[in-house]
């Protein structure tokens, strides 16, 4: 299989790190999720003696974001819990770092607490055979706390490095209702979009945006401040451009409070700018294509 000769499984001789990152397998359609179970399962069989000798993490990027999943509530919240399984070595299942680890299950983890376990396990936990499961501060190695370890504190939110576009904890929120506000919050949003993308240059490139309406706008309060959770519809893409942001309100004002997250498809829509982080904002002057090409 491809995955095992690329990760370079069948050559035992020298310890080896890979990443194999098969970026097309389910992205485009729901119908897609579970297509490829059999080939991963006859991939795990085939290569248990090389796995379990391993570390090995199995993960995707994000949840499902396809075919308007991300219109729904709980379909947002896929969309921001992506997949991780962790294997580790069989010599050390059983042991206190397995425990630790299976420990985490129901955890709130960051990307940071992935790099930090990698970190772990190559640079300090070799010294220690494994063994070590006490706290440790990885800075300046790592922002994050190793999945073998024991973690300190609560873990959420607002303890974590997790940007409110990203999170999902479910704080008590109620909806808003008030046509006149969702309508200002709407504008606001759309009026930062296009400074966001004339402070990164793209003005000349990308089609600016005006508020058409809200899919829906969520509010929670924040110590003094109000933190609004808005999806809205831009035109002129009409209902093809769907973003997700939230804006703070307090004495001061508005303010935004995260980036910018596109819920639906782009397709070609943004393809002026191939190999931008920012091609899914962009809506590329001229271009008519449909999204989901």
């Known amino acids: 299989m491809y995955t095992a000769d690329c990760a370079g499984f069948h050559d035992r001789s020298t310890p080896k790190i890979a990443q194999v990152w098969p970026t097309s397998l389910a ?39 396809a075919e308007s999943i991300g ?8 969309g921001l819990n992506p997949f991780l399984m962790v294997l580790i070595p069989s010599v050390y299942r ?15 983890m960051t990307n940071f607490d992935l790099h930090a376990t990698i970190t772990d396990i190559l640079k300090i936990q070799p010294a220690a055979g494994y063994t070590d499961t006490s706290y440790r501060d990885l800075m300046p190695l ?3 706390s190793s999945l073998l370890r024991e973690w300190r504190g609560p873990r959420n939110c607002r303890t974590l ?3 409110s576009q990203y999170c999902i904890c479910q704080y008590k929120e109620t909806n808003v209702s008030q046509e006149t506000l969702t309508e200002n919050l709407g504008w606001f949003f759309a009026d930062q979009f296009n400074k966001h ?4 240059g793209l003005s000349d490139k990308c089609q600016m945006q005006s508020f058409n309406s809200t899919a829906s706008g969520r509010k929670i309060k924040d110590g003094l401040s109000t933190l609004y959770d808005m999806v809205v519809y831009l035109v002129p893409s009409g209902e093809m451009l769907l973003f997700e942001a939230h804006i703070r ?22 393809d002026c700018l191939v190999g931008n982080t920012l091609r899914s904002l962009c809506h590329c002057k001229g271009t008519t294509v449909p999204p989901v090409l």
């Not at 795990?44 to 974001?65: E, Y």
């Not at 993308?197 to 990164?200: E, G, R």
């Open 27 to 65: 992205h485009d359609t729901l119908k897609d999720l579970f297509h490829a179970d059999d080939q991963f399962l006859e991939f795990f069989k085939k290569n248990r003696a090389q796995i379990d000798r391993s570390f090995f993490f199995f993960l995707s990027d994000h949840g499902p974001r």
């Open 249 to 270: 309100s307090n004495s001061s004002g508005l303010t935004l409070s995260s980036g910018f997250t596109r819920l639906d498809r782009y397709g070609r829509q943004g």
């Open 71 to 78: 219109k729904t509530r709980l379909g947002r919240y896929e």
């Open 161 to 163: 490095p997790i940007p």
């Open 94 to 108: 059983d042991t206190p770092i397995h425990l630790q680890l299976r420990q985490k299950t129901y955890e709130l």
């Open 197 to 200: 993308l004339f402070n990164h």
């Open 142 to 144: 790592s922002k994050g």
